[in-house]
């Protein structure tokens, strides 16, 4: 070190006198009445080989001082150094995967007018409850009930000539050909009485299942043609909850599936970050993958009791599982370089080895490693990792994985 500092003494001093040389030549060549520089440049430059002159010493031993101090903190590098140690520890945890997700009712459809006219009744209002069979909508019915009436006189009279032809069959009068060609007569009125009946009944819009009406898309005396959308109405009592998942997460579901493994904990976030009550459970997969996003959506089935949930609602699914007999190790341990994350290992022999490590989940607080980064003996250092570097010789102070774990969320130095 002193070697180094006497040799940039030495530079510094000759650059230093090379300045003052040039400079006090172009000086004494002026004052042997050779114009070198113009006047005012000249007592400029005298100006300065002052300054230099003043400061060239001050500036000598604050370098020597700084040179000084950087190689004592050399020195001191390489003394041992206290560090806290550790060793990963196998444990079960819990891995929560979180997925952006839809809210849909599992009956959701659009009511529509049946058939042409004026809306004569609306039944229902917006937001409300309703039940299979309830009467939504009705449309002035004036043209069904006369068709309808019109073809029950038509029936009625077909049915009268039936019964007259067929007495006079039974007394021999006509023939049995008559009766029968009466009797179809009397069929083909019945049908045409029986589909104005339909059609009258189609000016009442009633719900085809239990839910909750939307927003009224026609007032009251409104015009509707046949088709038009009246409302929608939403089955909520089970809510379908649509989430993408990525292949390499399928692949895995699936294998759990097929060894059997218990069902997964699916659970519910919604927008104010509160869980959902209700727990849920896979319902379906899709058929296919998205070609652009590689991933493919999954269906959660959530129970809605109280109706908290309504169609077109957004949340978070949180996927969580088991996962038995991991090496985990606290995530304050880890130091990353080039977007590498690695650890200090300890030997036995008391150095330092830095290690790169493979992250296969993680969690809050903790990494869960893959298998063969490190022995389940080896040391960590899980304190004072800026204090070392590779190859040093290290004093530590062991502590006990359960409670360096149980000190995790602390922050790292």
């Known amino acids: 070190m002193h070697a180094t500092l006497v040799v940039v003494r030495r530079i510094i001093k000759i650059l230093v006198l090379t300045v003052l040389a040039v400079v006090g030549g172009v000086l004494g060549l002026s004052k042997m009445g050779i114009d070198v520089l113009p006047p005012p440049y000249s007592e400029k430059v005298h100006a300065s080989v002052e300054y230099l002159t003043e400061h060239y010493h001050k500036a000598r031993e604050l370098v020597s001082s700084k040179l000084e101090g950087h190689g004592e903190g050399e020195e001191a590098h390489h003394e041992p150094h206290k560090v806290v140690v550790t060793t990963p520890k196998i444990m079960d945890v819990t891995l929560t995967e979180r997925y952006v997700c839809q809210i849909h009712s599992q009956r959701h ?197 109280d109706r908290l949930l309504r169609h077109g609602q957004t949340g978070t699914i949180l996927w969580s599982r088991p996962l038995h007999n991991a090496l985990v190790i606290p995530q304050r341990a880890t130091f990353e370089n080039l977007a590498k994350q690695y650890i200090y290992v300890v030997g036995e022999d008391e150095v330092v080895r830095q290690r790169g490590i493979t992250v296969d989940h993680e969690l809050d607080d903790i990494y869960v490693l893959a298998e063969g980064v490190i022995d389940p003996k080896e040391k960590l250092i899980v304190e004072g990792t800026r204090q070392v570097r590779d190859g040093d010789k290290v004093e530590y102070e062991f502590r006990e994985p359960e409670e360096v774990l149980a000190h995790a969320k602390h922050k790292a130095e």
């Open 109 to 305: 459809i659009e009511v529509r007018a049946l058939e042409s006219g004026y809306l004569e009744n609306i039944a229902v209002r917006e937001g409300q409850t309703v039940k299979k069979g309830d009467l939504m909508f009705k449309v002035i019915p004036v043209l069904y009930q006369a068709k309808l009436d019109a073809e029950l006189a038509e029936a009625q009279l077909a049915q009268l000539e039936f019964n007259y032809t067929k007495k006079l069959s039974e007394s021999k009068v006509v023939a049995p050909t008559e009766v029968s060609l009466l009797q179809a007569k009397l069929a083909k009125a019945q049908a045409k009485a029986a589909l104005a009946k339909a059609e009258l009944n189609f000016t009442d819009v009633r719900a085809p299942f239990d839910g909750i009406a939307d927003k009224q898309l026609h007032q009251l005396g409104s015009l509707v043609n046949e088709g038009d959308i009246l409302t929608t109405l939403s089955d909520n009592s089970t809510m379908w909850v649509y989430f993408n998942v990525p292949e390499r997460r399928y692949l895995e579901y699936m294998a759990e599936v097929g060894q059997n493994k218990e069902a997964p904990v699916i659970e519910l976030e919604l927008a104010n970050h509160n869980t959902f009550p209700q727990p849920g459970k896979i319902g379906a997969i899709e058929g296919k993958f998205n070609n652009e996003t590689g991933n493919i959506a999954f269906r959660a089935d959530f129970p809605n009791p």
